[in-house]
């Protein structure tokens, strides 16, 4: 078995908070399913890569779909990089249902594990502050609890 080279857990945390609501809503269900895949067995990864599938296709159909009816500027990269994770989220789907393999679907993990927190931080964010600029006239504000004292377990 290939070593995980990102041991650490894959969970929600107040550093993934971009201020626009429906991308934080989505992007919380991104890291929870990617995180259940992470350290579900080989029985139960088939089921959740399919509903990560299909969460998969809902997120960037939606970022997509804000984009294009908003005419937002430079969106062919942030477009371009939902179409390619997809299709290597099918590809990988079809080697796993066809010879039962996990090993590419736990490769696949730890890159959607690696990849989120950039496309996160440099195009989910200018989206997000797209989005709000143009719901609500300005920067989304985002407040974090200090993650430090939280990681401690000192907010209770
Ligand atoms: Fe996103
Ligand atoms: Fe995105």
Not at 41 to 67: C, I, K, V, Y
């Amino acid at each position: 078995m290939t070593p995980d080279p990102q041991p650490h857990d894959f969970t929600w945390s107040d550093s993934f908070v971009l201020g626009y609501a429906p991308m934080d809503e989505v992007h919380e269900e991104f890291v929870g399913i990617v995180g259940a895949m992470k350290s579900a067995s080989d029985a139960e990864l088939p089921a959740l890569l399919d509903a990560f599938a299909r969460h998969a296709a809902e997120h960037f159909a939606t970022e997509d779909g804000w984009m294009t009816q908003t005419d937002f500027p430079a969106r062919d990269c942030h477009i371009g990089e939902h179409a390619a994770v997809l299709a290597s989220v099918h590809a990988v789907r079809g080697r796993l249902a066809q010879d039962g393999d996990c090993e590419p679907a736990r490769r696949l993990v730890a890159h959607l594990q690696a990849w989120f927190p950039g496309h996160a931080d440099y195009l989910d964010s200018a989206l997000s502050h797209w989005m709000c600029k143009l719901r609500w006239g300005g920067k989304p504000v985002v407040i974090r609890r200090n993650l430090a004292t939280a990681a401690a377990g000192a907010c209770n």
